[in-house]
């Protein structure tokens, strides 16, 4: 149903739209920027500022949206990690810290 079907209904401001959503007048703002909520601007023509106005169809449509949440089938952060079964290839050994020799003196030579 498009807006136009609608022209009777009652009209909210920001303020009283971030009301009835649960949210706030800064968050609604960043959702309208974002291209997440539809809004009626009733600026006049060439006016500098919008003056956003809401219906209830509108923030009807907002909630069912924010509700439908898709998860993407190759999410990474959903996944457990892989175990690696290979064997080990590497051929180096432990040698514990203390049995490492302390490097000597160098003798110079003499002239």
């Known amino acids: ?6 022209p009777l ?3 909210f401001k920001a303020k009283e739209a971030a009301k009835r959503l649960g949210i706030s007048v800064k968050h609604l703002m960043r ?3 974002a291209g997440r909520i539809r809004y009626i601007n009733v600026a006049l023509p ?3 500022r919008k003056q956003y106005r809401f219906t209830d169809y509108i923030l009807k449509q907002f909630s069912q949206k ?3 949440r898709e998860v993407p089938a190759s999410c990474q ?3 457990a990690p892989k ?3 290979t064997a080990m290839t590497s051929s180096s050994t432990v040698v514990a810290f203390s049995a490492l020799q302390k490097p000597g003196a160098k003798k110079k030579p003499k002239p």
């Open 1 to 6: 149903m498009a807006l136009i079907d609608r």
């Open 9 to 11: 209904e009652e009209q």
């Open 31 to 33: 959702h309208i920027r």
């Open 46 to 48: 060439g006016a500098s």
């Open 66 to 68: 924010q509700q439908q």
């Open 77 to 79: 952060s959903i996944k």
């Open 83 to 85: 175990v690696h079964s």
